[in-house]
């Protein structure tokens, strides 16, 4: 599949906000400011092309291993994390995570312990105990890129938030930062270039640095990649764990059965990977909620498919993935969400990832539920067939899958 990766790592850069907004409250764009400040210091230095792309694809998933850490090391509870002390070695586990999840990622160039080593302080006080001159140049940008935007926590990088950042980082010269990164970021950025950090168009100044490039992918090195994105999006909630990966199980089989090549399988299975991406914008208070959503809280779940449709918009090349990604709330009567879509703008892909959806929610087990039989879940899915909100044909193809 022929695609600009950088632009799928900048959409799922979004994601990666919402969870550490919940965390540490960092500002909306915070990955995307710290990749823009990488690349644009990384420049002073001379690094371009692959390496380039390269810096900018571990800058836009340096806390990919976010939830994932949060899930092991606090058992999922956001508000613990964010209010304890975290200790040199969980943040230690939080890069190791990080690290092994981009094992498999198509850098062109050595980007060894750069996620690693991201959190090492120049004197050597941080995780592993590194000093600065034991950490790889990309490790230590990124390093000072993400502690200096945490520190402004802005939204609008003004005179006044320039004179701020500037004495901060000449406080942890030498103790935080190291004097080469520290000359880098001075160099790269006087008030004007500063200010661009907080202005709405920031996606698009970080384009001009690193230019939309599509190439081709095989689709072992794409599923690799919505492997890991699942495992995001399923760590930020135990409610859902392995759903991702179930429904693009399910989606990718169902699509087999009925004569789909595979091409197409290969498609459903990321577009089933991916399709509860929008998942990670909504609060834990929700997701984990046991009980009965209220309607203000079920509306709230329900913008989940437009978040999914909204972030793989951004990605060039990705548009059918997106569109069977995102409608899988989708009912043929015209009464799902969040798009209202009818039978007639609904294609029989589409429809295989609503119905593989719904199986899968059905016959999984969750924290407040044990997973329904395969008859079972196979009744509630002929009474939807029959109120006309799922396929028929597609239902019962699924029916027969364990007869």
């Not at 050597?124 to 935007?149: N, Q, Y």
Request: glycine fraction near 6%.
């Amino acid at each position: 599949m022929e695609i600009d990766i950088i632009g799928l790592l900048s959409a799922f850069s979004f994601a990666l906000d919402c969870v550490e907004a919940e965390l540490i409250h960092v500002t909306s764009n915070h990955g995307k400011r710290v990749a823009y400040m990488s690349v644009c210091m990384a420049q002073k230095m001379g690094v371009s092309d692959d390496a380039l792309r390269d810096l900018a694809a571990c800058a836009l998933l340096h806390d990919n291993a976010l939830t994932q850490y949060i899930n092991e090391e606090f058992y999922n509870d956001i508000s613990k994390a964010a209010a304890d002390e975290i200790s040199p070695r969980q943040l230690g586990m939080h890069c190791i995570y990080g690290e092994k999840n981009l094992e498999k990622y198509p850098f062109k160039t050595d980007v060894k312990n750069v996620i690693l080593y991201h959190h090492e302080e120049a004197d050597g006080s941080g995780p592993f105990g590194k000093t600065w001159t034991e950490v790889p140049l990309f490790a230590r940008i990124i390093h000072f890129c993400d502690m200096l935007d945490a520190f402004c926590k802005a939204q609008k990088f003004d005179e006044h938030v320039f004179n701020k950042a500037v004495h901060f980082i000449e406080k942890n010269r030498d103790i935080r930062f190291d004097g080469e990164v520290t000359g880098m970021f001075l160099d790269a950025f006087d008030k004007e270039e500063f200010s661009r950090l907080g202005d709405e168009h920031i996606e698009e100044y970080f384009w001009d640095r690193i230019p939309c490039e599509k190439s081709f992918y095989s689709f072992d090195i794409l599923k690799d990649l919505a492997n890991l994105f699942a495992k995001i999006i399923d760590y930020k909630s135990e409610f859902t764990s392995r759903h991702s990966l179930g429904v693009a199980k399910t989606a990718a089989n169902i699509s087999k059965i009925m004569g789909y090549d595979e091409v197409t399988c290969d498609k459903m299975y990321l577009a089933g990977a991916l399709h509860d991406v929008g998942k990670i914008a909504i609060g834990n208070e929700i997701l984990e909620k046991p009980a009965r959503l209220t309607d203000e809280e079920f509306a709230k779940m329900k913008n989940h498919a437009g978040y999914t449709y909204m972030i793989l918009s951004k990605v060039d090349g990705f548009e059918e993935i997106r569109d069977l990604a995102a409608f899988h709330h989708e009912r043929l009567d015209g009464s799902g969400y969040p798009f209202g879509k009818k039978a007639d703008e609904l294609n029989q892909l589409q429809r295989i990832m609503a119905c593989a959806d719904i199986y899968q929610a059905l016959t999984e087990k969750r924290p407040y539920k044990d997973g329904m039989s395969h008859k079972k879940a196979c009744g509630i899915l002929r009474d939807m067939a029959d109120k006309n909100w799922i396929d028929k044909d597609i239902t019962d193809v699924i029916c027969r899958m364990e007869d």
